[in-house]
């Protein structure tokens, strides 16, 4: 039987290619994300590897939701073995200006969607003696950068919530970790870079250099495909005393 994965925000950036890499492997996928076209990119997915697959659009702003996506999960395949709590969104700006609606939806989906999720997915990982929850986190969990309190707060929240689940999960095969990446060209991040060059008026060759990976030793954008090898590689029924740590792919921003 193939095993089972649920990774949120699957249908576009760093989940996409997660979800690319899982497939390939040949796991049942649960795919989620607000794209209209989420199903059919889930779709063509199964169809190009030959998997079963579903979708969901829950709102990961509500944890009886975030349970339903769970639940649904279960039903549909029979099994939930992988939780990729990857969802995440962003939002920059100076403390005193940071708008309070703002700050609670990203620790509700960067940080608090992770909880829920986990807790929803726990009793039946524990029945079945085996679970692998693999929170994507961020370099921003382990340093800070100014104007993204909202972030770097839910970010760190995230690692610290990871070392408990990966503590209470040990008797039960319940394995959890962080991943942690510096900027990925995701996206998101185009759109930022352009955004960045009417701002400073550069180039956006420069904004890139100067300012995306400025704190970076190698400039580089991190590829999308590291990151799900790592995913991959946490995954794996040999991985079981890989708990309660955050793997860092960063090009060098934490070593400084």
């Known amino acids: 039987m193939n095993k089972t994965v649920l990774i949120t925000g699957s249908t576009s950036g760093i989940g996409l290619g997660i979800a690319k890499k899982f497939a390939k492997e040949g796991y049942n996928i649960m795919f989620h994300g607000l794209e209209a076209n989420g199903q059919d990119i889930a779709n063509d997915i199964a169809q190009e590897h030959n998997i079963n ?16 996506l769970v639940n649904e999960t279960i039903n549909t395949f029979g099994s939930l073995h992988i939780l990729v709590n990857n969802a995440g969104i962003q939002f920059v700006s100076p403390i005193e200006d940071f708008p309070n609606s703002k700050y609670e939806n990203i620790i509700a989906i960067n940080m608090n969607a992770v909880f829920y999720a986990s807790k929803a997915a726990w009793k039946h990982m524990k029945n079945q003696n085996f679970g692998r929850i693999i929170n994507v986190s961020s370099v921003h969990g382990l340093r800070a950068s100014e104007f993204k309190s909202a972030y770097v707060t839910a970010k760190h929240g995230v690692i610290g919530m990871t070392k408990v689940m990966a503590l209470e999960g040990a008797p039960f095969n319940i394995t959890c970790n962080a991943i942690c990446p510096g900027y990925v060209k995701t996206p998101l991040v185009i759109g930022q870079i352009k955004d960045q060059a009417k701002a400073h008026n550069m180039t956006e060759d420069e904004v890139v250099e100067k300012v995306m990976l400025k704190k970076q030793a190698v400039k580089q954008f991190v590829p999308v495909e590291a990151i799900a090898d790592m995913a991959i590689l946490l995954a794996k029924d040999s991985s079981t005393t890989i708990t309660g740590t955050s ?6 921003w934490s070593a400084q």
């Open 53 to 68: 697959v579903g979708f969901s659009n829950a709102n990961l702003l509500q944890s009886d939701a975030i349970e339903h």
């Open 247 to 252: 793997f860092v792919l960063d090009g060098g």
